[in-house]
């Protein structure tokens, strides 16, 4: 699994302990191939029950951005 965070209008790399000093801020976070341990370790890390995460990824995943 790969966790990126966007800063500073650039996407930069993060662990997963940086999630969880900073879960109380507002940021966008993108995880690349994850397996559903790891997303229980991003739900845990961000201190949201798994099944609330997984059901907003169900929504959009897998799915792909585009930017310039």
Do not use: Q
């Not at 997303?39 to 890390?45: K, N, R, S, T, Y």
Request: hydrophobic share 40%; glycine share 8%.
């Amino acid at each position: 699994m790969r966790i990126g965070v966007w800063e500073g209008g650039h996407l930069k790399d993060c662990a997963i302990g940086d999630l969880v000093a900073n879960y109380n801020r507002s940021t966008w976070i993108d995880v690349a191939d994850p397996t559903a341990r790891d997303l229980e370790d991003v739900a845990g890390a961000l201190r949201l029950p798994v099944h609330v995460l997984i059901g907003k990824l169900r929504s959009n995943y897998p799915h792909v951005d585009s930017y310039r």
